[in-house]
């Protein structure tokens, strides 16, 4: 029997839908030719293929990728271009990196020969964007790569690239593909079935989770520091109720994603440099640095559980914070053991009494602390925090759920959310221009939820916004973009005032290096694709004008940009 046999370069969409890959992010560039050949014949032939997103920049692509998993919790995949596309792409690599985020990773590999093959090099780009290692620009930041080298291998390799992106913990992927091997036959077999390797999901150890239990519920002074979330809704519903039967407060310390309603009367806020100081347990929910080190001194005596995919951060070179006990595993499931663990556990009901009202005492007195600052805050120019509590009440104010990704935008202790998947803060990779495109493809998974990219204006032009405005318009996505405009880049001036209090910068008029003016007119660029558009200068005309953006991207589902000018602050 005749085998069927498909170009490498055409069998790549369909097996990656094979593996239930739904998107791919694609820019693409000289090295696709047999790509788009393959995908037009597969179209064709009404083959089952994942939806192309062409996205005019990579740093976009490796954004919307990243969104995207965010909401649905799917793999997708990313196309870029040779070695100048992987450049572009490899701050959202390092992003998706460090957020454990799992992208099916690709670029076209300049043609290895010169002449005599079908695929060699043509034009002068052919030898201009030759390496001799062109993976070493992402190897530190994906969990594996790979160059194909034999066109039958698509199969297998896709399937092992796959399996380990999605095995504990998760991370991204990178396959390098030379033209020539796209260009060449394979046979059809496997292309069509999804991977033969299951990913690796590790389990705590039973023995850990009692330990932990025992520490915990034992406690006279526990803390729980969250970073990351619980990893699932059905994790954020459990673990409200359970820091509040065993009176336990939870910091959100520099959190990227929410593990707990903000006005939860366990909620103490952002800063847990008091708490830490009498802790005598600490839960650390995969938080990869979940204190300042310089200023807190620990008890001698204390011990520290950590839980998370990862609990060591074994990727990251250094990172000494205490681990007495170890949990490893998913964050969802590992908390949701640990909660029944603890279910069992002898308690003293007075103490738990005695300690749930210390701690949501505390936690009011801080939430009324914000609410002043943020009040205080409406003026002209306003604040970042009054601009935080007027989109919390416009947010509550609908019928549908809503998520805010922030990146140097609206502060999440002036937030007041309560859901799963209700904010994403930039990954602690700091790879700026994160937050448009990350939205973007969040709505794009979800095209009825209320998707809010709150960011800095520095922020804003590093997240290439021409481009980014484009693919809104080009698929319909209703995004809010808040640029909070304050006419510099204000984490350096706070970087620099941190380190050195006191200091010249403190007493300058102007901080060097950091002035963003003059600013440019942005509603001009959110113009160009169509997006409504308003400049905010005066705090109290805020709210009305937040209103007019949710209406327009509700009943006209288009994107709008809101010009919000900002004090430093």
Partial sequence: MTKTTITAGGAIFGKLRALGIEHVFVNSGTDFPPIVEGLIEARRQDLPLPEPVTCPHEGVAMGMAHGYNLISGKIPAVMLHTNVGLANGAIGAINAWVDRVPVMTMSGRTPVAEHRRFGARTVPIGWGQEMFDQAAMVRECTKWEYELRFPDQVSEAFDRAFSIAASTPQGPVYLSLPREVLCEQTPSEGLDRPSRMAPVVPASDPAALSEAARLLAGARAP??????????????????????????????????????????????????????????????????????????????????????????????????????????????????????????????????????????????????????????????????????????????????????????????PHLDLDAHNSYFQEPHSGGLGWGLPAALGAQLVDPDRLIFATMGDGSYMFANPTACHQVAEAHALPVIVLVLNNGEWGAVRQSVLGLYPGGQADRANEVPLTSLRPSPDFTLTAAASRAYTETVTEGSDLPAALERAIRVARTERRQVLLNIAISPD
């Fill in 223 to 412: 803390l729980v520091i969250a970073q990351r979330g619980t990893g699932s809704a059905e994790a954020f519903a459990a673990f409200g109720p359970f820091a509040e039967e065993f009176a336990l407060p939870v910091s959100q310390y520099w959190a990227t994603r929410l593990a707990l309603p903000m006005a939860h009367p366990m909620h103490i806020g952002w800063d847990p440099d008091a708490w830490l100081a009498e802790a005598d347990v600490i839960l650390v929910l995969d938080s990869l640095a979940p204190w300042w080190p310089d200023r807190v001194q620990l008890r001698p005596d204390v011990k520290v559980i950590q839980l998370g995919p990862d609990p060591l951060f074994t990727r990251t070179p250094i990172r000494n914070f205490p681990s007495d006990v170890a949990l490893v595993g998913e964050t969802a499931p590992t908390l949701l053991a640990l909660i029944a663990a603890m279910a069992d556990q002898p308690r003293d009901n007075t103490l738990l009494e005695t300690r749930r009202a210390r701690i949501a005492k505390a936690a009011d007195a801080d939430r009324a602390a914000l609410r002043e600052r943020a009040e205080r805050g409406c003026a002209s120019p306003m604040t970042k925090a009054w601009v935080s509590a007027c989109l919390s009440r416009a947010i509550k104010a609908q019928d549908r759920p809503a998520t805010i990704f922030h990146e140097l935008g609206c502060p999440l």
